[in-house]
């Protein structure tokens, strides 16, 4: 019993001290922010309660985005190459082909209206500043006009993927892929780093180890908005809904963490073998200090 | 050469060559232990089990690691971590295995302290010991630069920085350690070289010679109780094993040390597959950037103690700046426990609960290092400033009152 009471002092030594420089420490230097809100309440622009219609919508999106934007799932193919429209707008304009899917209603029509306001970039591009964001805004347009087109948008069917692998692939790719390069999985950033680090103020990091040096939970935060973590960044909040929010950290899981499953599937064989080994040591112990004692 | 007999058997014929019986009496089944023991005994067991993962899972390392500043990150979280077959596992025990042998050391080299056995002809164990714990430090320190993440670069530009406070020679030395002006490639390089070879021959050497050094004055036990080794090694050997109060190494000692080993291993290997942060910090996965410094620079959790002495001097005293004042301590904190052996003035050998003084300067001294510790982690502002400096000056005192603390004792327990 008295070797219980040593244990249990030393037990508790170490349970202060783990306590105080792991998640005392954490909390002290990360404190918590509020959670991530994948409504984005905070933009009220537009009155989202419209129903838009998808013929109209498609007129508009049409008439005012196929300059700038190609929709390759609806034919229409991107202007120029990505290294030309780079340094024509600053970064790649996206693909619309899965917007619909890919951001969220509220945070999509308020982004029409005012992509700064919504991105949360005000401090890098303040009213009446010299720079301006190459997207326009479009708050002259009427809600029902922004809903429409909203509308459209989503009404594009999602493309067919082999896998759930592949489509978490396409959303990354989709959602971060224009400034993130993810080396470990064979993505590179579609605007070029050094025009990259130009329109974003630093070059953007790349994504494969993300997963292990932010981990899911800064990423849920930080991705649904980036300012509230990191004020200043040039990082814009991207608007991903929370199921592409999901599919994108999904993805940087399984390229930053490739071997999570194979890793938890043997640590309780591993464990369970030295409790055999114990067990017997145990036995073995007993045997043969009965002479002893 | 000596007339040779043709040997009867396998044995006969290496006892012939190498006198392997005898050699298995002296470092074995005639190498004497005392009985009153507890499962603390078992520590220097569980480290040399620690140790020979390391060296094993760091051979393993060693065949894919690249140490090229241009290389060394990707080497080690894509080819080893994500490449090559059950790499992540080597990896994986090699860091959890440095993080958690400290941890064992601490508590074979508190137990130590506690139960006296640095004195009294036990000296050479107390300092050999202690060398390994520097040596272990330096091999832990510079392993941690290896992944070339951002803490192991700014870690490195820290402690390194250390050494341009020496007086007359500090800025050269700097350099010197560095091999360039600032943590290059060079740095990479040469810490490589430092771990993977120089630093542990020096530690193989070392275990050795603590090994050695435990031969003659052998091990202390429970109560601190002096007996002749030899009378008490006969009646064991005479058949009197109860009576006796001392254990052969092998199989009496070693088995208590396996099952002890054994159940610490499931949490270990706890650690390794499931619970393995504290070991592999998140921000040593951002590749290291010298143009970028985290929002925090902390050393590993093993050294946080005398990280925190070094910074709890945060203002000029006695026109002496903080600084400087600060390296004097982390100066002294390292070197002071190699002199505890003469800092105890007390003749005693008990466990410290039964020394009458000495009970209360052993707990403040763990209370103090635990709050060292976790301040030593902490953001170093307002409050915490504060509860650095004071716990660094406790933790200065506590040795400088030593010496007293334990002449009184040894006065009013009158020598014995």
């Known amino acids: 019993m008295k070797e219980f009471k040593i244990l249990a002092v030393i037990v508790a030594l170490v349970a202060v001290t783990y306590y105080g420089i792991e998640p005392y420490a954490h909390h002290v230097m990360h404190p918590e922010p509020a959670p991530a809100d994948y409504a984005f309440s905070d933009l009220k622009n537009v009155d989202t309660t419209l129903k838009g219609d998808v013929a109209n919508g498609k007129v508009l999106v049409e008439a005012n985005c196929i300059a700038c934007h190609s929709i390759e799932k609806e034919g229409y193919p991107a202007m120029m190459s990505d290294s030309d429209a780079a340094s024509s707008y600053g970064v790649v304009p996206p693909d619309l082909s899965s917007a619909g899917h890919l951001y969220q209603t509220n945070y999509l029509a308020n982004f029409i209206f005012d992509p700064v306001t919504a991105s949360n970039l005000k401090h890098k591009y303040p009213e009446g500043g010299a720079k301006v964001h190459p997207m326009p805004s479009y708050n002259w347009m009427a809600a029902q006009e922004i809903m429409d087109m909203v509308a459209y948008l989503q009404s594009i069917p999602k493309a067919t993927y082999v896998s759930e692998s592949e489509e978490r692939r396409a959303d990354f790719i989709d959602a971060c892929g224009r400034c993130h390069s993810m080396a470990y999985a064979g993505i590179s950033a579609r605007t070029p780093g050094d025009v990259a680090k130009a ?43 929370e199921e592409a929010q999901t599919h994108v950290i999904d993805y940087m899981e399984e390229i930053g963490d490739a071997k999570k499953a194979e890793r938890e599937d043997l640590g309780w064989k591993v464990m369970l073998y030295m409790l055999v080994f114990a067990v017997f040591a145990l036995l073995w112990k007993k045997q043969i200090w009965r002479d002893i004692h | 050469m000596a007339e040779f007999k043709k040997a009867d058997s396998m044995l006969e014929w290496f006892d012939q060559r190498l006198g392997v019986v005898n050699f298995v009496k002296v470092m074995m089944t005639e190498y004497w232990i005392p009985k009153n023991i507890n499962f603390l005994w078992a520590m220097g067991v569980v480290i040399t089990v620690l140790f020979t993962l390391l060296l094993v899972s760091g051979i393993f390392l060693l065949m894919y690691y690249k ?12 080819t080893i971590m994500q490449d090559v077959a059950y790499g992540w596992l080597f990896r994986h025990i090699h860091a959890v295995g440095a993080s958690v042998v400290f941890l064992v050391i601490y508590i074979h080299m508190f137990t130590g302290i506690y139960y006296g056995s640095y004195k009294k002809g036990r000296e050479m164990i107390w300092i050999s010991g202690m060398l390994l714990f520097v040596l272990f430090s330096a091999e832990g320190f510079s392993g941690y630069m290896l992944p070339w993440g951002q803490m192991s670069y700014w870690a490195a530009y820290v402690i390194t920085e250390i050494f341009g406070g020496i007086p ?20 990479l390089t040469r810490f490589f070289m430092l771990h993977v070879l120089l630093i542990p021959l020096a530690i193989l050497g070392a275990i050795v010679f603590h090994f050695y050094a435990l031969r003659f004055p052998h091990v202390n036990n429970e109560e601190g109780e002096f007996f002749d080794f030899d009378e008490e090694a006969e009646k064991y050997k005479a058949g009197d094993k109860k009576g006796s109060k001392v254990i052969p190494f092998w199989p009496v000692f070693l088995s208590k040390d396996f099952m002890v080993v054994g159940f610490f291993m499931i949490f270990f290997f706890y650690l390794t597959f499931y619970h393995y942060g504290f070991a592999m910090d998140a921000i040593n996965f951002d590749k290291a950037d010298g143009l970028k410094t985290p929002a925090h620079i902390y050393p590993e959790w093993y050294f ?21 004042l600060g390296l004097i301590a982390f100066g002294i904190a390292n070197a002071i426990f190699f002199l505890l052996p003469w800092l105890d003035r007390s003749p005693m050998v008990k466990p410290a609960n039964q020394r009458p003084y000495f009970k209360y300067w052993f707990w403040i001294l763990m209370a103090d290092l635990i709050v060292l510790t976790i301040y030593g982690k902490l953001p170093p502002t307002g ?8 716990s660094s000056m406790t933790f200065l005192v506590l040795f400088a009152v030593l010496p007293f603390i334990t002449k009184l004792e040894a006065k009013k327990v009158g020598g014995k």
């Open chain 2, 304 to 324: 946080l103690w005398s990280y925190e002495v070094l910074r709890g001097f945060f203002f000029d005293i006695a026109g002496i700046s903080g600084k400087d």
């Open chain 2, 168 to 187: 007359l020679i500090g800025d050269e030395l700097v350099v010197w350690i560095r091999g360039n002006f600032y943590v290059s490639d060079a740095t």
């Open chain 1, 199 to 241: 329109y974003l103020g630093a070059t953007p990091p790349d994504m494969s180890q993300y997963i292990k040096s932010r981990g899911r939970h800064y990423l849920e935060n930080f991705i649904n908005d980036p300012q509230r973590l990191l004020h200043g960044t040039g990082m814009p909040r991207v608007g991903l809904s």
């Open chain 2, 67 to 78: 140490p090229d500043v241009n290389m060394a990150f990707d080497s080690v979280n894509f």
């Open chain 2, 383 to 390: 409050v915490n400033a504060w509860v650095g400096f004071a």
